[in-house]
């Protein structure tokens, strides 16, 4: 059984059938990449998988267990975190205080200042400036200041919607960093991204997404050589 199933989800918002039949699956330990171009149901998948939009049909488990009918705050008690595109940080709170928000659900404080100091590790930019107001850090900071909040809520499955978006290149490759050490430390991740080409390189295996369903599934290696997707996602002619 996989870690994180997804089955055959059918999801609307009003008429609009944004997700049609997909189904995914990542296991323990992986890192699966979503690629697909504007509209094709990237966002709308991790926003169904954590719970923000409820599918009309199918099913969203978690170790067997049926996350569908959770509420997004129980959803990530249960591990599963997303952090959102375009970072959605608490920009009149500190660093420090952004970060102990993801561990909102948390009450045992020595666990809450061990992620802390795992955080920081992590992320030594964040300690620098740790009292800094967090809506004065630049995108890149507040991208680590995302995934740091997102990892105080000691995830069982982190779900990453475009982390590279906005970013100068020197900062993708420093998120991609964090990602592929994420990745070496056991987090599951679920992975977003426009920037096929890196997410790729990172992931193990991948989905591509068309208007709402999975149109290619394969080995991250098979899709870095498949022509179409070489064409169509990472800017080849
Ligand atoms: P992008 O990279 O542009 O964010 P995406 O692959 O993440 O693309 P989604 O944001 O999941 O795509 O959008 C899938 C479809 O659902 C699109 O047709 C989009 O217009 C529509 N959609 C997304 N959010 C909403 C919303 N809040 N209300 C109505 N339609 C929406």
Redesign the pocket.
């Known amino acids: 059984m996989a870690m994180l199933e997804v089955e055959n989800v059918n999801a609307y ?2 008429n ?1 059938h ?1 997700l049609k039949d997909l189904s995914l699956e990542v296991d323990r330990g992986e890192i699966v990449s979503l690629i ?10 991790l926003r169904t998988i954590s719970g923000l939009l409820r599918p009309r049909q199918g099913a969203v488990r978690l170790n067997g267990e049926a996350l569908t009918r959770l509420k997004p705050h129980e959803i990530v008690i249960k591990g599963v975190v997303q952090v959102p ?1 375009g970072r959605r940080i608490f920009g009149r709170l500190t660093v420090t205080e952004n970060l102990e928000m993801g561990a909102f659900a948390c009450k045992d404080q020595q666990l809450n200042k061990k992620n802390m100091g795992r955080v920081f590790q992590l992320f030594p930019r964040l300690e620098e400036r740790r009292e800094q107001v967090a809506g004065t850090l630049s995108g890149g900071e507040q991208q680590m200041l995302a995934m740091g909040r997102a990892l105080m809520a000691n995830p069982t499955v982190l779900l990453l919607d ?1 982390p590279s978006m906005g970013l100068a290149p020197v900062l993708v490759d420093s998120i991609f960093d964090t990602i592929g050490q994420l990745h070496v430390g056991g987090t599951t991740i679920l992975l ?1 991204e ?1 920037n096929a080409r890196m997410a790729l390189q990172v992931a193990g295996r991948g989905y591509v ?1 068309q208007t ?1 369903a999975v149109v290619l599934r394969d080995s991250a290696e098979a899709l870095r050589k498949n022509e179409t997707v070489r064409k169509a996602y990472m800017g080849e002619s």
């Open positions: 918002y009003g609009i944004a697909g171009g504007n509209g094709a149901g990237k966002s709308t998948t595109e475009e977003v426009q997404l709402g």
